[in-house]
């Protein structure tokens, strides 16, 4: 089982910055990519932004040139810088993760962080 635990949320004005984390722990070892996805009422959850094993990024068109994605794999953590933010940010953010064991791929999920973009 692998835990992920995010952090950083809040409320911030529209043009502002936020910085999330998500710690993971547990069977870590088969840590593969990480990523964060976003979900609003009504709406799927979507992939902002993903960082590979090898450290590859890909981003959603709404996002690029404004978030940046990075890891620490000492740490085990996932970042997600967020820039300019705009009121169609505002979501709750969850931290995703896959581990690869015996060739297969499993997903893990974190509870989720509200962010809120508003004047």
């Known amino acids: 089982q692998v835990q992920l635990v995010e952090s950083g949320g809040g409320l911030v004005q529209p043009g502002g910055s936020l910085r999330l984390s998500c710690a993971a722990s547990g069977s870590i070892a088969s840590l593969n990519a990480m990523g964060w996805y976003r979900q609003t009422p009504g709406n799927q959850r979507e992939l902002v932004a993903v960082?590979?094993?090898?450290?590859?990024?890909d981003y959603d068109d709404s996002v690029k040139g404004r978030f940046t994605i990075s890891r620490d794999d000492a740490k085990n953590t996932v970042y997600l810088q967020m820039d300019r933010l705009k009121p169609e940010d505002t979501a709750v953010y969850y931290c995703?993760?896959?581990?690869?064991?015996?060739?297969?791929?499993?997903?893990?999920w974190g509870r989720g962080t509200q962010v809120t973009v508003s004047s």
């Open positions: 960082i590979h094993f090898r450290g590859t990024t």
């Open positions: 995703h993760a896959t581990t690869v064991l015996v060739g297969r791929e499993y997903d893990h």
